[in-house]
């Protein structure tokens, strides 16, 4: 049976123990994030640019702001309008500014989408320098261009700590572990699994002392979730919608399957 336990939670981080699913089942879940599809600009027309950034750098940093769509929105070429551009597939954009001055994420003026962070740097203009240019944005996944990738998902295994009854012997590895995962309980230690990331100083360390090093070794079985969003969906969402995808394309091959003559 599965189990999910949360360890730590922010407003852009989420980190779980899962127990019960296996390395390959976890590796799906983190490479399913590159098929989820998030908003990100896509073409950018110039009429000013006195910067001292090339239009293709300005672009390119354009690209990469995070920005949420609405739930209803449609791939560009999956949408009736057939590419030409319309509300539920272009969000689009306008941006006049004049130096001197850092001009911001914010100043950008946003149709048919939000602007995640107002305070994005784009590019810095001197006196009398201007910047006028207007963008389009689509939907997109990291398959196709890493600027569509909502935010990065990673796992390791947890430890698997077989202690002996005597660990009395063992008490001054309690500051040898950089993660400080073993805890001195009395006489005795005891070893917090989730802090252990396996890096093996204890175990380098018996062996220099040329003692019995600790039973230590990577689960196969129960694994440390890391998901960070880069803005666009809450981290749970996030690994939600990567469970979808695979769901859909499981999907797909079954019913390919079922097909078959
Ligand atoms: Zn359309």
């Given at each position: 049976m599965v189990k999910i336990e949360k360890l730590k939670e922010t407003k852009d981080k989420i980190t779980f123990s899962i127990d019960g699913i296996n390395s390959t089942i976890a590796n799906s879940i983190r490479r399913s994030t590159f098929e989820i599809e998030v908003l990100a600009i896509d073409l950018v027309e110039f009429y000013k640019n006195d910067s001292a950034l090339y239009d293709e750098m300005i672009a390119l940093r354009l690209g990469l702001l995070p920005l949420k769509a609405p739930k209803s929105f449609t791939r560009r070429g999956d949408c009736s309008c057939k590419e030409k551009g319309c509300l539920k597939c272009t969000a689009s954009f306008k941006l006049k500014a004049e130096g001197p001055g850092t001009v911001y994420s914010k100043e950008l003026k946003a149709k048919?989408?939000?602007?995640?962070?107002?305070?994005?740097?784009?590019v810095i203009l001197a006196k009398d320098q201007e910047l006028e240019l207007t963008a389009e944005a689509y939907l997109g996944s990291a398959i196709e261009h890493?600027?569509?990738?909502p935010g990065l998902v990673w796992f390791r295994s947890n430890a698997v700590i077989n202690l002996t009854?005597?660990?009395?012997?063992?008490?001054?590895?309690v500051n040898i572990c950089p993660k400080r995962a073993i805890i001195s309980k009395g006489s005795k230690i005891e070893i917090d699994s989730l802090k252990?990331?396996?890096?093996?100083c204890c175990i380098e360390y018996c062996n220099e002392k040329n003692k019995k090093p600790l039973d230590l070794k990577a689960s196969e079985d129960s694994f440390t979730m890391f998901i960070e969003s880069f803005?666009?969906?809450?981290p749970k969402e996030l690994f939600i919608e990567s469970l979808n995808i695979i769901d859909k394309n499981l999907d797909e091959v079954a019913k390919a399957v079922k097909k078959l003559k």
């Amino acid at each position: 049976m599965v189990k999910i336990e949360k360890l730590k939670e922010t407003k852009d981080k989420i980190t779980f123990s899962i127990d019960g699913i296996n390395s390959t089942i976890a590796n799906s879940i983190r490479r399913s994030t590159f098929e989820i599809e998030v908003l990100a600009i896509d073409l950018v027309e110039f009429y000013k640019n006195d910067s001292a950034l090339y239009d293709e750098m300005i672009a390119l940093r354009l690209g990469l702001l995070p920005l949420k769509a609405p739930k209803s929105f449609t791939r560009r070429g999956d949408c009736s309008c057939k590419e030409k551009g319309c509300l539920k597939c272009t969000a689009s954009f306008k941006l006049k500014a004049e130096g001197p001055g850092t001009v911001y994420s914010k100043e950008l003026k946003a149709k048919g989408c939000d602007i995640v962070f107002e305070e994005m740097p784009l590019v810095i203009l001197a006196k009398d320098q201007e910047l006028e240019l207007t963008a389009e944005a689509y939907l997109g996944s990291a398959i196709e261009h890493t600027k569509f990738l909502p935010g990065l998902v990673w796992f390791r295994s947890n430890a698997v700590i077989n202690l002996t009854k005597d660990t009395e012997s063992y008490t001054d590895l309690v500051n040898i572990c950089p993660k400080r995962a073993i805890i001195s309980k009395g006489s005795k230690i005891e070893i917090d699994s989730l802090k252990c990331d396996l890096c093996e100083c204890c175990i380098e360390y018996c062996n220099e002392k040329n003692k019995k090093p600790l039973d230590l070794k990577a689960s196969e079985d129960s694994f440390t979730m890391f998901i960070e969003s880069f803005g666009q969906l809450e981290p749970k969402e996030l690994f939600i919608e990567s469970l979808n995808i695979i769901d859909k394309n499981l999907d797909e091959v079954a019913k390919a399957v079922k097909k078959l003559k």
